[in-house]
Structure formats: structure tokens, C-alpha cells
Nanobody, 126 residues
């Protein structure tokens, strides 16, 4: 069982930055691939970024590539999402998720994930 708690959301002006954190419980965090998803009002949840546990490979949605950076600190059981050059369209509830997967299982679909956090609101004003 893994519990995930996000933090770091808030209100920021367009062009600004935020760093989201996701703290995980449990001693097996290092074996989980981690992801970030987001859901804007009236829209479906969408993939943002992921990092594979085995080799640290990262994946990004096209809409956030070159602006967002996903990382992890296994010693601290924490995942991060550094968000720069924020746009109003980045406004959403952001969720972290943990996936116990092996090989090259795609990480851009929410069905790959076993555990989810409660979400943190990010609001970008224009």
C-alpha cells in the first residue's frame, strides 16, 4: 500500500513558476514509476509527465515539454514537478500517481497507475 500526498499548488501569474511535491509512504517507493496528471474543470484527466523507476527515463505531454520537469528523490520518497513559464491553460487540479510496472509499460495512461494522491490546485492567472 502506498499513500501519496501532493503539495505546492497555488495561484501564480502567467509566466511564473511552481514546484509540486508528492510525498509517498512505504519503503518500496524506489520500485514505483511515478507520474503527474491534471484535470481542468469540465475536462478529462490528462497525462502531464512520468518518470520510470528502473532507469529514470522521463516522459512529457507535448503541451508541457520544455516547460515542466519531473524528478524524484528516492531517499526522501518524494516526486517533484517543476513548472516554469506557466500559462492560464495549465490551470487544473494536479494529481501524482504511482505505478508498479515493469519493462516498457507505457506510463502516459492513467490505467497504468495503482495509487493516486488527492490532488493539489494550480491556478494560473493571465
Amino acid at each position: 500500500q502506498v499513500q501519496l500526498v501532493e503539495s505546492g499548488g497555488g495561484l501564480v501569474q502567467a509566466g511564473g513558476s511552481l514546484r509540486l511535491s508528492c510525498a509517498a509512504s512505504g519503503r518500496t517507493f524506489r520500485y514505483y514509476s511515478m507520474g503527474w496528471f491534471r484535470q481542468a474543470p469540465g475536462k478529462e484527466r490528462e497525462f502531464v509527465a512520468a518518470i520510470r523507476w528502473s532507469d529514470g527515463t522521463t516522459y512529457y505531454a507535448d503541451s508541457v515539454k520544455d516547460r515542466f520537469t519531473i524528478s524524484r528523490n528516492d531517499a526522501r520518497n518524494t516526486e517533484y514537478l517543476q513548472m516554469n513559464s506557466l500559462k492560464p491553460e495549465d490551470t487544473a487540479v494536479y494529481y501524482c500517481a504511482a505505478a508498479l510496472v515493469f519493462g516498457t509499460t507505457p506510463l502516459d495512461a492513467d490505467k497504468a497507475y495503482d495509487y493516486w494522491g488527492q490532488g493539489t490546485q494550480v491556478t494560473v492567472s493571465s
